[in-house]
């Protein structure tokens, strides 16, 4: 089931709806209360249970006591007058909140956002997000969420591919996570496979914005890719025969290659046989 179809309403009746809110506020004024100082600064968190302890004392409301403690976080997290109020950070999320509730999507998004934004953790967020990922299969915000995580904070574009591709299994996934994927693959530095994937976001998509935005991809890539093949090409040949081609046709001659590739307007590449260098001839799109 996906993360949008378990936006649980709590329809529990009112009896059991206040015990778990008396449970839950208990807990938070025992074991998890901030003192405030006379200069007016609050102090940390000193302490709360871990989930599974929770799980024991809120006699069957575990999702109540998830949702009590999820709103509690937000406003203590808020408050930019607690002295390290990110010091359980992690604890609160991932072994308290998710534990009562794995299934619950919105503190796996918050909390994350919180470790991103605010306490510059992004691995912290990752942790999270891999324990939504787990409990929550069929959802694809949360790789979605886990890649940006990789893409924008940590610039490891190669991991953030896969957790775009995770996402990408998801019947549900939003028609973006393509082009997130496929840019992924240009940044960590796989050329080939991002044009693969531009080029088929192209062939298929219904919309034109979106197949103008991946022609400009395709444009480029294949660009980049076309030039390094000859670039490589013409080295082999060097390396063979101890001089520069004199034409790019001689390169397919040598069996080097099997034809030669046209630039993206079906024209021929320019070559330099003097430096043995082939160029595209006309302007990338894009500028990079």
């Known amino acids: ?36 100082r006379a200069d007016g600064r609050i102090t940390p968190l000193l302490y709360l249970p871990s989930g599974r302890y929770l799980k024991a004392a809120a006699l069957g409301f575990d999702p109540i006591l998830a949702d009590v403690l999820y ?32 299934r619950y999507v919105d503190p796996y998004l918050v909390g994350a ?42 610039k490891d574009y190669g991991r953030a591919a896969r957790y775009f591709e995770i996402a990408l299994r998801s019947p549900e996934v939003h028609p973006a996570v393509r082009r997130f994927h496929a840019e992924m693959h240009n940044r960590a530095g796989d050329p080939r496979t991002s044009l693969r994937e531009w080029a088929s976001i192209w062939e298929t998509s219904d919309d034109p914005y979106v197949r103008t935005v991946a022609w400009n ?11 390094t093949t000859l ?16 034409r790019l046709e001689d390169l397919v001659a040598a069996g080097l290659l099997d034809a030669l590739p046209a630039d993206p307007e079906g024209g021929a590449y320019a070559y330099d046989p003097a430096r043995g260098e082939a160029a595209y001839r006309g302007s990338r799109i894009l500028g990079r």
């Open 1 to 36: 089931m996906s993360a949008a179809a378990y936006r649980r309403p709590r329809r529990l009746p009112l009896l059991a709806a206040a015990l778990g809110l008396l449970t839950a506020a208990g807990l938070a004024s025992a074991g998890a209360a901030a003192a405030r």
């Open 231 to 246: 670039r490589h090409a013409i080295g082999r040949f060097v390396a063979a025969r101890g001089r520069r081609p004199a």
């Open 217 to 227: 991809h395709v444009h480029d890539l294949r660009v980049e890719v076309d030039i």
């Open 71 to 102: 709103l509690w976080s937000i406003q203590y997290y808020s408050n930019y007058r607690i002295e390290d109020r990110y010091l359980y950070l992690e604890h609160i999320y991932r072994d308290v909140i998710t534990e009562l509730d794995p």
């Open 113 to 154: 956002l919180i470790m991103t934004a605010e306490a510059r953790q992004p691995e912290m967020a990752l942790r999270l997000l891999d324990k939504g990922i787990e409990h929550n299969p069929g959802d694809w915000i949360l790789p979605f969420e886990a890649g940006y995580v990789c893409y924008n904070d940590i």
